[in-house]
């Protein structure tokens, strides 16, 4: 399978994607429930607790992990490539989401100023600004961190009026630093489902990147280039989700976020 992996309900919006895009292959998505948010804990912290769940995804038969969280993917992924995986197993892959991000902003801005707007660890870590200006110099980039958005999503109330102030404060306060933003990348995977409000407090000539997408069409691409790793993979149209803390309250939420029923199954990533 394809391991999916997110601190909560996010990644279940890129696992859309992918199965949009790709819906020959069996993933398993492994949401950390029990131990969300992710977004305001430390680097080690954030580490520990995805390599627990990289290894568990592993143990479950993964192949291929993506780490669909763009903390996770911020805080941890370097070190479990660079350090874990040749211990793990030097076979598999664990890839993220903010590489495929980053990569395609230059394709949008014709100012070449960019904005990032994400949870508190993304904007802290740096790691867009780092990966987009490594891929294009020219490019400036401006961040925003917007502690609520993740709240408003996981309790339903992004849709509400009441989510209205907080969008469209942080949204006032990124193009405050720059006027001349021409593309803004919604560094969470949460955020897609505030896209209406989004757009209500965004100019009309900015771009609005949302990662499921982009991710799906780079996942298609790594696999093509890739065909070692593709051959591994079971291709059954299958998808099973796992969750660190109650199943029953998972699958009341995980609809919204995936477009469809899901059921899913206690994971136990401590063992």
């Given at each position: 399978?394809?391991?999916?992996?997110?601190?909560?309900?996010?990644?279940?919006?890129?696992?859309?994607?992918?199965?949009?895009?790709?819906?020959?292959?069996?993933?398993?998505?492994?949401?950390?429930?029990?131990?969300?948010?992710?977004?305001?804990?430390?680097?080690?912290?954030?580490?520990?607790?995805?390599?627990?769940?990289?290894?568990?995804?592993?143990?479950?038969?993964?192949?291929?992990?993506?780490?669909?969280?763009?903390?996770?993917?911020?805080?941890?992924?370097?070190?479990?490539?660079?350090?874990?995986?040749?211990?793990?197993?030097?076979?598999?892959?664990?890839?993220?989401?903010?590489?495929?991000?980053?990569?395609?902003?230059?394709?949008?801005?014709?100012?070449?100023?960019?904005?990032?707007?994400?949870?508190?660890?993304?904007?802290?870590?740096?790691?867009?600004?780092?990966?987009?200006?490594k891929i294009n110099p020219h490019i400036r980039v401006f961040?925003?961190?917007?502690?609520?958005?993740?709240?408003?999503?996981?309790?339903?109330?992004?849709?509400?009026?009441?989510?209205?102030?907080?969008?469209?404060?942080?949204?006032?306060?990124?193009?405050?630093?720059?006027?001349?933003?021409?593309?803004?990348?919604?560094?969470?995977?949460?955020?897609?489902?505030?896209?209406?409000?989004?757009?209500?407090?965004?100019?009309?000539?900015?771009?609005?990147?949302?990662?499921?997408?982009?991710?799906?069409?780079?996942?298609?691409?790594?696999?093509?280039?890739?065909?070692?790793?593709?051959?591994?993979?079971?291709?059954?149209?299958?998808?099973?989700?796992?969750?660190?803390?109650?199943?029953?309250?998972?699958?009341?939420?995980?609809?919204?976020?995936?477009?469809?029923?899901?059921?899913?199954?206690?994971?136990?990533?401590?063992?």
């Open positions: 399978m394809i391991g999916v992996f997110d601190s909560g309900y996010g990644g279940l919006t890129v696992l859309k994607e992918f199965v949009k895009r790709l819906p020959e292959y069996d993933y398993c998505y492994l949401g950390d429930n029990a131990r969300t948010p992710y977004g305001s804990r430390s680097f080690e912290t954030v580490y520990r607790y995805t390599l627990q769940c990289v290894q568990y995804l592993f143990d479950e038969g993964c192949q291929l992990v993506i780490l669909a969280c763009n903390t996770a993917s911020a805080k941890a992924l370097r070190t479990i490539q660079q350090h874990d995986l040749s211990l793990l197993d030097p076979e598999r892959r664990v890839l993220g989401v903010i590489r495929p991000s980053a990569e395609i902003v230059g394709q949008y801005t014709q100012t070449g100023y960019a904005g990032v707007l994400g949870t508190l660890g993304t904007v802290q870590s740096l790691s867009y600004p780092i990966e987009i200006t961040q925003e961190a917007c502690p609520m958005w993740v709240s408003l999503v996981e309790n339903n109330e992004h849709e509400k009026d009441g989510a209205d102030y907080f969008v469209h404060q942080h949204i006032d306060n990124l193009l405050r630093q720059c006027p001349d933003i021409d593309v803004i990348v919604l560094a969470c995977t949460h955020y897609p489902l505030m896209m209406n409000k989004i757009r209500k407090y965004t100019p009309s000539g900015i771009h609005i990147l949302s990662q499921g997408g982009i991710v799906a069409e780079r996942l298609a691409d790594y696999l093509f280039r890739h065909p070692e790793m593709d051959v591994k993979l079971t291709k059954n149209g299958q998808r099973i989700f796992q969750t660190t803390d109650s199943p029953e309250l998972f699958d009341r939420y995980a609809s919204i976020f995936f477009g469809e029923e899901v059921k899913s199954v206690k994971a136990d990533v401590s063992q």
